[in-house]
């Protein structure tokens, strides 16, 4: 178990600070934004969730993610080389991390972009003019706010899980690849299809087929690397 945590912490290091570092900016731009909307005590946080400035702030914060998650392990440095070679880790073991760190961190994007959201609903709520209900009211009612919080449609939180896990695989698919020497595109195009599907409001039926085309989609990534890995280790026999 250590040497598995010890990829992790691998992982961490190219990457946490980065990380941590988009948080920050997309907190900052967002809080920016909140300041600017106009004090109208029964729209303002309505005004900010469909403003298309918290769209956007939000995409490239994702798409900054993926890419940090995407380029970080694509290469080791011959420190990290050594310290996997001395813990015996297996190139399956290595992606299986990395998906499960790649979780991790899309997870708490998610956490961080919808506690920004309910703790401005909690700091925009008069409870003399603005009730509980009306805050749950304006989250139905607001396609990006409503897709990260779905409240009591169990089917997004579904379709959510398994966006993440899909994009989580096709992001340590994407540095594998890249590592073998050969180019990943199921990333870039599942993280674009995800783009456009949180900015809009969606049926169950396209939470099912988003469901269903992001598990085609890392299930493809996960054949490729193995078929090329097999390639590299027919090769390496000859």
Not at 35 to 44: I, L
Request: glycine share 4%; aromatic share 12%; with cysteine.
């Amino acid at each position: 178990m250590k040497r598995y945590l010890s990829v992790m912490a691998l992982a961490a290091r190219g990457s946490l600070y980065k990380l941590l570092g988009v948080f920050f900016l997309m907190t900052a731009a967002e809080g920016a934004i909140w300041m600017t909307v106009p004090e109208n005590e029964m729209n303002k946080f309505s005004d900010f969730c469909q403003s298309s400035w918290v769209a956007l702030i939000f995409a490239l914060g994702f798409l900054a993610v993926m890419f940090i998650l995407c380029i970080s392990a694509c290469d080791y440095s011959s420190k990290s080389s050594y310290t996997l070679r001395r813990l015996l880790v297996s190139e399956p073991a290595i992606y299986i991390c990395r998906t499960i760190y790649n979780i991790v961190c899309l997870l708490a994007l998610w956490a961080l972009q919808s506690a920004i959201f309910w703790l401005l609903a909690r700091l925009w709520a008069s409870p003399d003019v603005v009730t509980p209900q009306k805050i749950l009211m304006q989250f139905y009612n607001i396609p990006l706010a409503h897709n990260l919080l779905p409240l009591a449609e169990t089917s997004k939180y579904v379709s959510n899980a398994i966006l993440v896990f899909s994009l989580a695989v096709t992001a340590a698919s994407f540095s594998t690849q890249q590592r073998m020497g050969r180019k990943g595109f199921a990333v870039i195009i599942l993280a674009a299809i995800a783009v456009v599907f949180f900015r809009r409001e969606i049926s169950f039926l396209a939470d099912l087929t988003l469901s269903i085309v992001s598990v085609f989609i890392a299930g493809c990534s996960v054949l490729n690397v193995w078929s090329v890995r097999g390639e590299l280790n027919e090769d390496a026999k000859d």
